[in-house]
């Protein structure tokens, strides 16, 4: 599969839409970010994604991982591409400067991590756990463990993972049994079996390093407990040598439907020495500095593959002749027309690029969201990207999904067969909406633990400010009214739940998604407003009007599905199923 990066897209979101080149200078960490720098890191990270990281993509599917006595070989050609990823610094791109990282911004590392994903999403799940975790002992670690490991890590010399499942628990993480006995030398002994550790063993780097949670003997009960722990593969000598093995290993990888060059593997820790990060008993809290990041790239990876797909279905549908143009041969020196003629094609074309180009302006919203309250202590920004975090994660990969399946409708039965490659796209984009917390789990956290817990205001506050930006005129009513549906099915829920505590559960995932499309409407409102007169800027009014016209209308259907009550959803009896 040939894979190009959005590099025009890009440059359109920072430079036109969102103005990065006023807004930058006035954080002091940015301020040396020229355009051009800025345009050279786009450009750079599309060659890397397109010329090297892509070409492994199909092969490693092929090839997939191997498990032998513990160890891990990964696909053959994903040595020498995960090596120029690691050289590049790439995974240390918002890396801390003071540590070998580059620091740059969130929002400029939301669009090279979208690239890579589309890439090839197997490979770079080595590189998105380094990153998470590399930011984990960022924010947590001592000045020791953050000169000992991240250096390391940014330059993809080391690897990390981060293992918090295990068998009986799932999602309900305050029941684990993984124990850390406090040691003589400080550290702690860990023991315990971890399941679907992404990256916990492979042949990609020289050291993994694992942030594993457990608990204390005398922790107290539930998510209160438990406490996280870096857990190298090797120790570190005090020169930064590494020593000897620590004692724990890989028991087995998983036969995955997709994502087959990525080793997931059950992790099994045998007194292994670990180091306490952060405060005891506050382990959740850290790795949920992590979650939040990893969480949106997540949704980038359903970005990436959304693109990745749409990329496909659209060079097949002009290849592929077939059938005539219901207003009259397009192609009269050929057999057929192709694809493009057909208006349920278009459907599904303009359906997939309508969602991806929003989605790629979302993801970058959010990064600036987080860029603002990383490094100008912005609380309001804060607010907003606990909010936005789980519409991410799971409204981009649902999209992704969605759209990988339209792309494979495109093809017909030729999206069925292994040789097309679209076939792969769908299976290894569906881990998307599972993993870093189901997309229900999402969805349940968006109104559950954020909307309700605020009465809505931080997303009533956002809202409100959208209805006061420069929009197309010609889609501002709607925009309006998607806004003034949204904070309407809001309040009423806020006033309903009171009565209902079965409600944000039974209409959670209708909510983000009338969410999602909101703030998609915005989106294009503001992008059709500012797209010049090129074919760029046509092509991008011409997407809005398709979005405002045939998408953002299921946010009527949505309301109505919410504002009904939980009687026959709840009304079978357990027997009755």
Same mark, same amino acid.
């Given at each position: 599969?040939?894979?190009?990066?959005?590099?025009?897209?890009?440059?359109?979101?920072?430079?036109?839409?969102?103005?990065?080149?006023?807004?930058?200078?006035?954080?002091?960490?940015?301020?040396?970010?020229?355009?051009?720098?800025?345009?050279?890191?786009?450009?750079?990270?599309?060659?890397?994604?397109?010329?090297?990281?892509?070409?492994?993509?199909?092969?490693?599917?092929?090839?997939?991982?191997?498990?032998?006595?513990?160890?891990?070989?990964?696909?053959?050609?994903?040595?020498?591409?995960?090596?120029?990823?690691?050289?590049?610094?790439?995974?240390?791109?918002?890396?801390?400067?003071?540590?070998?990282?580059?620091?740059?911004?969130?929002?400029?590392?939301?669009?090279?991590?979208?690239?890579?994903?589309?890439?090839?999403?197997?490979?770079?799940?080595?590189?998105?756990?380094?990153?998470?975790?590399?930011?984990?002992?960022?924010?947590?670690?001592?000045?020791?463990?953050?000169?000992?490991?991240?250096?390391?890590?940014?330059?993809?010399?080391?690897?990390?993972?981060?293992?918090?499942?295990?068998?009986?628990?799932?999602?309900?993480?305050?029941?684990?049994?993984?124990? +850390?006995?406090?040691?003589?030398?400080?550290?702690?002994?860990?023991?315990?079996?971890?399941?679907?550790?992404?990256?916990?063993?492979?042949?990609?780097?020289?050291?993994?390093?694992?942030?594993?949670?457990?608990?204390?003997?005398? +922790?107290?009960?539930?998510?209160?407990?438990?406490?996280?722990?870096?857990?190298?593969?090797?120790?570190?000598?005090?020169?930064?040598?590494?020593?000897?093995?620590?004692?724990?290993?890989?028991?087995?990888?998983?036969?995955?439907?997709?994502?087959?060059?990525?080793?997931?593997?059950?992790?099994?820790? /045998?007194?292994?020495?670990?180091?306490?990060?952060?405060?005891?008993?506050?382990?959740?809290?850290?790795?949920?500095?992590?979650?939040?990041?990893?969480?949106?790239?997540?949704?980038?990876?359903?970005?990436?593959?959304?693109?990745?797909?749409?990329?496909?279905?659209?060079?097949?549908?002009?290849?592929?002749?077939?059938?005539?143009?219901?207003?009259?041969?397009?192609?009269?020196?050929?057999?057929?027309?192709?694809?493009?003629?057909?208006?349920?094609?278009?459907?599904?074309?303009?359906?997939?690029?309508?969602?991806?180009?929003?989605?790629?302006?979302?993801?970058?919203?959010?990064?600036?969201?987080?860029?603002?309250?990383?490094?100008?202590?912005?609380?309001?920004?804060?607010?907003?990207?606990?909010?936005?975090?789980?519409?991410?994660?799971?409204?981009?990969?649902?999209?992704?999904?969605?759209?990988?399946?339209?792309?494979?409708?495109?093809?017909?039965?030729?999206?069925?067969?292994?040789?097309?490659?679209?076939?792969?796209?769908?299976?290894?984009?569906?881990?998307?909406?599972?993993?870093?917390?189901?997309?229900?789990?999402?969805?349940?956290?968006?109104?559950?633990?954020?909307?309700?817990?605020?009465?809505?205001?931080?997303?009533?506050?956002?809202?409100?400010?959208?209805?006061?930006?420069?929009?197309?005129?010609?889609?501002?009513?709607?925009?309006?009214?998607?806004?003034?549906?949204?904070?309407?099915?809001?309040?009423?829920?806020?006033?309903?739940?009171?009565?209902?505590?079965?409600?944000?559960?039974?209409?959670?995932?209708?909510?983000?998604?009338?969410?999602?499309?909101?703030?998609?409407?915005?989106?294009?409102?503001?992008?059709? +407003?500012?797209?010049? /007169?090129?074919?760029?800027?046509?092509?991008?009014?011409?997407?809005?009007?398709?979005?405002?016209?045939?998408?953002?209308?299921?946010?009527?259907?949505?309301?109505?599905?919410?504002?009904?009550?939980?009687?026959?959803?709840?009304?079978?009896?357990?027997?009755?199923?």
């Amino acid at each position: 599969m040939e894979y190009q990066a959005p590099e025009r897209d890009a440059q359109f979101l920072l430079f036109e839409l969102f103005k990065v080149q006023d807004m930058w200078p006035e954080i002091p960490a940015f301020a040396d970010f020229s355009q051009d720098l800025v345009e050279a890191v786009v450009s750079e990270g599309g060659r890397l994604a397109s010329e090297v990281i892509a070409p492994t993509n199909e092969v490693g599917d092929q090839e997939g991982c191997v498990w032998e006595a513990g160890e891990v070989t990964t696909p053959e050609a994903f040595k020498g591409a995960f090596a120029e990823l690691a050289q590049g610094g790439w995974l240390g791109l918002a890396g801390n400067p003071e540590y070998g990282g580059q620091g740059m911004p969130k929002m400029l590392a939301c669009l090279v991590e979208e690239m890579l994903w589309a890439a090839n999403t197997s490979l770079y799940l080595y590189g998105t756990l380094t990153v998470g975790a590399s930011l984990c002992i960022d924010a947590h670690g001592t000045p020791e463990q953050k000169s000992t490991y991240l250096p390391r890590m940014y330059a993809g010399e080391w690897c990390g993972a981060m293992a918090l499942t295990e068998a009986h628990a799932g999602s309900d993480l305050g029941i684990m049994r993984t124990r +850390a006995e406090p040691a003589a030398d400080g550290a702690y002994r860990i023991t315990g079996t971890k399941i679907f550790i992404t990256g916990g063993e492979h042949d990609l780097a020289e050291n993994i390093i694992h942030l594993v949670l457990a608990k204390l003997p005398d +922790a107290p009960g539930g998510t209160r407990g438990i406490s996280l722990f870096i857990v190298p593969k090797f120790l570190v000598n005090e020169d930064g040598s590494l020593g000897e093995r620590n004692s724990f290993a890989s028991g087995s990888i998983e036969h995955k439907m997709g994502i087959r060059g990525s080793a997931t593997s059950v992790m099994n820790y /045998d007194g292994a020495i670990g180091y306490l990060l952060g405060e005891e008993n506050q382990g959740l809290a850290a790795m949920f500095t992590m979650m939040n990041y990893e969480r949106l790239s997540v949704g980038l990876q359903g970005l990436g593959a959304g693109e990745l797909a749409y990329q496909q279905s659209v060079s097949y549908a002009r290849d592929r002749l077939q059938g005539r143009s219901p207003t009259g041969a397009q192609n009269p020196d050929g057999p057929a027309d192709s694809l493009l003629v057909h208006p349920d094609v278009r459907r599904m074309l303009m359906s997939q690029r309508a969602m991806t180009e929003a989605g790629r302006a979302f993801g970058l919203f959010v990064g600036m969201q987080l860029d603002f309250a990383k490094y100008k202590g912005d609380e309001v920004a804060q607010a907003r990207s606990e909010v936005l975090t789980p519409i991410a994660k799971a409204f981009l990969s649902d999209s992704g999904f969605d759209g990988a399946v339209l792309a494979q409708q495109v093809f017909g039965g030729h999206g069925y067969i292994q040789e097309w490659g679209v076939e792969q796209i769908v299976r290894d984009v569906r881990i998307a909406q599972i993993y870093e917390g189901t997309n229900g789990i999402q969805a349940f956290d968006l109104i559950g633990r954020k909307v309700l817990r605020d009465g809505g205001d931080t997303l009533k506050r956002l809202l409100d400010e959208m209805s006061q930006s420069e929009v197309a005129g010609d889609l501002r009513g709607d925009m309006d009214a998607a806004l003034d549906r949204l904070m309407r099915v809001t309040d009423s829920l806020v006033e309903r739940t009171k009565d209902d505590a079965n409600l944000p559960g039974a209409v959670s995932v209708d909510y983000l998604n009338l969410t999602g499309l909101s703030i998609y409407a915005w989106l294009w409102a503001r992008m059709a +407003a500012v797209a010049g /007169d090129d074919d760029f800027g046509k092509a991008k009014r011409t997407t809005a009007q398709y979005f405002f016209e045939r998408l953002l209308p299921r946010t009527e259907g949505l309301e109505k599905s919410i504002m009904a009550g939980t009687d026959a959803l709840m009304g079978l009896d357990d027997s009755q199923f």
